[in-house]
């Protein structure tokens, strides 16, 4: 009789066990296909994003060089100008006084908080950020950790392009005294800023969404020019500059 309930037990075990199996393998299943029909989506999403790329736009034109830690850059040579006394490239002057005229037409004056910098002034800057937070009690470990999140490591800024510059709603800047804080995109003149920047050819660099691809955390300060078909393209479909120009080289590669 005992012999009789075990092995009724026994069974009983062995078909939950065989039934437990089923059902993992089953979901595997269908964890795959669901992944693999992500993949084929955003591969599908890809190739329609390829095939609208602005005409005549190439990866390797000089408004859209990328510069970030994983793509760093000696000294660049190029022709320099100012705007109401900050240094930019050039050839963007004219785009950049339209969107500041358009700001303050607008009713927002805005503020060009900086602009061109050099390497070695990049390196100034770096180290002058790590020396503040280690001032403030952090530890070396915790200064540069701290740093790292605002402050371009050099030959890896923006800035060095001399297409980019930090520009804040001037009355939002002089009322939290001079600084750049994420939070002025709360401020009526930094949202019509951020709004408007493809109108005139700028993009705003650093997004919420596009820290993984940037490496730098949100900055609601920092438009960097790419030319106005970039730039209304970069914002209607919300692409960082990395992930842009990576489509403008999948399409030159198709091409070949």
Known sequence: MLRKVWTGLALVTIVGALSGCGTTKTTATKATATSSQKTTKTQTKRQKLISALPKGVKSTDSDLVVVNEWHKHSEMTFDKSSVNGIAVRSSIVKPLEAFIAGAKKAGYPATIVSGYRSVAYQ????????????N???????????????VAVPRASEHETGLAADI??????????????????????????????????????????????????????????????????MTKHNLTLEQYVSLLQAREKANK
Request: net charge positive.
């Open 168 to 233: 804040m709603n001037t009355t939002w800047y002089n009322n939290h005294g001079n600084q750049l804080l994420s939070s002025s995109d709360k401020a009526k003149g930094q949202q019509w800023l951020i709004n408007h920047a493809a109108d005139y050819g700028f993009v705003l660099r650093f997004t919420k969404a596009g820290e993984k691809s940037t490496g730098i955390d949100y900055e609601s300060w920092h438009f960097r020019y790419v030319g106005k078909a970039s730039a209304q393209f």
């Open 136 to 150: 403030q009690g952090k530890t070396a470990k915790e200064a540069l950790k701290l740093t790292k999140e605002y």
């Open 123 to 134: 390196q100034e800057v770096w180290d002058q950020s790590i020396q503040t937070y280690e």
